[in-house]
């Protein structure tokens, strides 16, 4: 049986998501984080050299990455309509958006924390200096690369229910934790009118609600 080694307000709470949606059977092994650096504890990275959450264990095997992960789970659970098939007009719409939330939209997220951090972890004599290039930054590179990813998304949620069609796929599980952050990051994002309708009804699922139930307390950070 699948165990989950539930990291507190991680990415791991996809995992639970996909696991429930599924509607199959697993464990869950709760993980809190230092209440000063906000790492993981020394057991949870432990379990697999990366030390990186999510990570489940199967057996002797432990899996990291969450994209890795989704694919390992779905490969146990064949024929789900949580990944279209091979040469289906929902395959590529799937693959793109799938990889689109770690490889595209994930990245900015990460950077748009980190300089915020850069700002606030500073002596405040040369913050203004700090914030003058974050701000910069986030301007020229990070914005204009983010709402390039939402415009296009809009788009396409304008002509379907779920990213890679009208039937709810993997794609939408992945991809809704990076919105959950986009919406706290970045203000701007709740001006995508599809976009919002879409979170709204990812959010409204049984198996997310129940997601969130089990996870415990989840909050995207935003500095």
């Known amino acids: 049986m699948i165990t989950v080694h539930n990291l507190e307000n991680s990415q791991s709470i996809r995992i639970l998501w996909l696991l429930e949606e599924l509607g199959v059977e697993y464990k869950i092994q709760q993980y809190s984080r230092d209440k000063v650096t906000s790492f993981a504890s020394e057991d949870y990275r432990k379990l697999h050299p990366v030390g990186w959450s999510p990570t489940i264990t199967d057996g002797d095997k432990a899996i990291a990455e ?5 694919d390992y789970i779905l490969d146990q659970n064949p024929g789900s309509s949580l990944r279209p098939e091979s040469g289906s007009k929902n395959r590529l719409p799937y693959l793109y958006w799938f990889h689109a939330a770690q490889g595209s ?3 900015h997220l990460v950077l748009t924390l980190v300089m915020s951090r850069m700002v606030s972890n500073v002596p405040f004599f040369i913050r203004p200096i700090v914030k003058f290039v974050t701000d910069k930054a986030m301007t020229t590179f ?3 690369r983010t709402y390039k990813i939402l415009d296009y998304m809009d788009a396409e949620l304008s002509k379907k229910q779920w ?3 009208d039937t709810f796929t993997a794609a939408d599980i992945v991809m809704g934790y990076c919105l959950e952050a986009t919406e706290a990051r970045f203000p701007d994002s709740a001006s995508y ?3 919002k309708r879409y979170i709204k009804e ?6 997310y609600k129940e997601a969130l139930r089990k996870n415990g307390r989840f909050e995207s950070v935003t500095s």
């Open 105 to 107: 939209l994930m990245p």
């Open 202 to 207: 990812f959010r409204g699922r049984a198996a």
């Open 66 to 70: 969450t994209n890795a992960i989704v």
């Open 163 to 165: 990213l890679a069609g």
């Open 193 to 195: 009118r599809n976009v």
């Open 142 to 144: 990070v914005n204009p």
